[in-house]
């Protein structure tokens, strides 16, 4: 056998342990995390109580610039109570965003600009909820600053551990191929229905996979899904416990990252 027949068969069985070896805890067949973007106050008057009902724990992705001296304790509790807090950074900067001061459009910005950014808000988060290992959520998804991917800068300047955002298919199995900086998500629809999610993590169930759900306004604020879709799907969660693992970003990525370097 020609060497790179070998290399070929020894990269293909390689990929076939990977995909094998995710194990969810407590013998659950995939994991489901639910995130929540842009601190807004539906999430902590209707999301909170939702989850908490059910003993659910979910992701907060929090941006400086709406952060009031009001909300911050509420956040303090909410992270206190298992939720995850992470970091959205200060300005929320996205592509052809506003040009006022400070400048909020992503053309506007450098990577070196935006990783400031990102460490000042990592200080904020850390006032709040005393924790140094830090998730982030693109603002908008994009990856980009001014001209410029600052993904991997962002890896390398290790302010971040995981993020969340970037594109991708959001039906995760290959965890093999899965970039922990880009890590693709299901973005919920305004006004939608409970059907189109609850077949998304039918079909995680299915594949033994892992599927990220990200929410903005929950029976309110803006693009929202009604109260009532939100608890379906947070009821259809409580009815399936003992197949799917439900935890925030950050303690599934990192279940994820120690599987993948066994
Ligand atoms: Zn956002």
Same mark, same amino acid.
């Given at each position: 056998m020609k060497r790179y027949q070998i290399l070929l068969l020894i990269s293909l069985s390689l990929s076939?342990?990977?995909?094998?070896?995710?194990?969810w805890p407590d013998g659950k067949k995939a994991a489901i995390v639910l995130t929540y973007d842009d601190g807004l106050e539906t999430h902590r008057n209707i999301v909170i109580p939702?989850?908490?009902?059910q003993g659910i724990k979910g992701t907060f992705f929090l941006f400086?610039?709406? /952060?009031?001296?009001q909300d911050i304790?509420?956040? &303090?509790?909410?992270?206190?109570?298992?939720?995850?807090?992470g970091n959205h950074s200060l300005y929320h900067p996205c592509l052809g965003g506003n040009n006022d001061y400070p400048c909020s459009s992503l053309e506007c910005y450098s990577v070196k600009s935006m990783l400031r950014e990102i460490a000042v808000m990592n200080g904020f988060l850390y006032a709040i909820d005393g924790n140094t290992v830090r998730t982030y959520a693109?603002?908008?998804?994009?990856?980009?600053?001014?001209?410029e991917d600052y993904s991997v800068p962002m890896k390398q300047s290790g302010l971040i551990h995981f993020a969340r955002g970037?594109?991708?298919d959001p039906v995760i199995t290959d965890f093999c191929k899965l970039n922990f900086f880009k890590v693709p998500t299901l973005a919920a629809q305004t006004g939608e229905p409970s059907?189109? /999610?609850?077949?998304?993590?039918?079909?995680?169930? &299915?594949e033994k996979g892992l599927g990220i759900i990200v929410f903005h306004g929950v029976g309110g604020d803006y693009l929202d899904i009604s109260a009532e879709?939100?608890?379906?799907?947070?009821?259809?969660?409580?009815?399936?416990?003992?197949?799917?693992?439900?935890?925030?970003?950050g303690e599934v990525m990192e279940h994820v990252s120690k599987q993948r370097k066994q």
């Open positions: 076939v342990v990977m995909h094998a070896q995710i194990k939702q989850l908490d009902a400086g610039q709406t /952060l009031t001296s304790p509420e956040w &303090k509790k909410i992270s206190q109570s298992g939720h995850e807090l693109y603002p908008c998804g994009q990856t980009v600053a001014g001209g970037g594109g991708g059907e189109r /999610l609850i077949n998304f993590m039918d079909k995680i169930v &299915k879709v939100h608890q379906e799907l947070v009821d259809y969660l409580a009815k399936r416990a003992a197949e799917i693992w439900v935890a925030p970003f």
